[in-house]
């Protein structure tokens, strides 16, 4: 670490974004394996109840955002790469709430009721299973559900490289 005092994001940001950090990644994993565990759990109920919850939690996170700003990157970062974290950043925001948001409309299209983990019942939009907006909604889901794992694989590898290869402390702001 550098002479300078480690600059990290508040508490309140660093908890959110590894406990949607996480619900994502297990989101992602029964979206694309619900078929194949299917027989030992409720998965599409989990799912869509994880994806609710990512998607209170990125709306907080994102107001949170709002209201706290980000500690400084580092003056040696390149200008690229600073214009790359900070779209990247805002491009994670937007898939956390557009996500939940698009299986929330599909599943509302659906037959079987939402629930949040049994608790309560998530009120269904108005849109019905054959509708342009269901099905575009079902598409958008898919596409960017996938479009996911690029994004973090670049996530991850970019802390890597500031953290190991670097070693400009970029990636323990976060920890």
Do not use: C
């Not at 269901?134 to 694989?153: Q, R, T, V, Y």
């Amino acid at each position: 670490m550098n002479a300078q005092a480690l600059v990290r994001y508040n508490g309140v940001a660093r908890t959110l974004h590894w406990v949607i950090a996480i619900g994502i990644i297990i989101d992602i994993t029964l979206g694309l394996g619900h078929d194949a565990m299917k027989d030992m759990f409720p998965v599409m109920p989990t799912h869509k109840a994880i994806g609710i919850t990512i998607l209170a939690l990125s709306l907080f996170r994102l107001l949170w955002r709002v209201i706290h700003s980000a500690p400084p990157l580092p003056a040696t970062m390149a200008g690229w790469q600073i214009g790359l974290a900070h779209g990247l950043h805002w491009l994670f925001y937007f898939m956390m709430i557009a996500v939940p948001m698009s299986g929330w409309i599909m599943s509302s299209a659906g037959q079987y009721p939402l629930e949040w983990f049994g608790l309560f019942d998530i009120p269904k939009w108005p849109v019905t299973k054959d509708s342009p907006l269901a099905e575009a909604a079902h598409e958008a889901h898919e596409l960017m559900g996938k479009l996911f794992i690029p994004l973090i694989i670049l996530h991850v590898g970019a802390a890597l490289y500031h953290h190991l290869l670097l070693k400009d402390d970029v990636a323990r702001r976060m920890l």
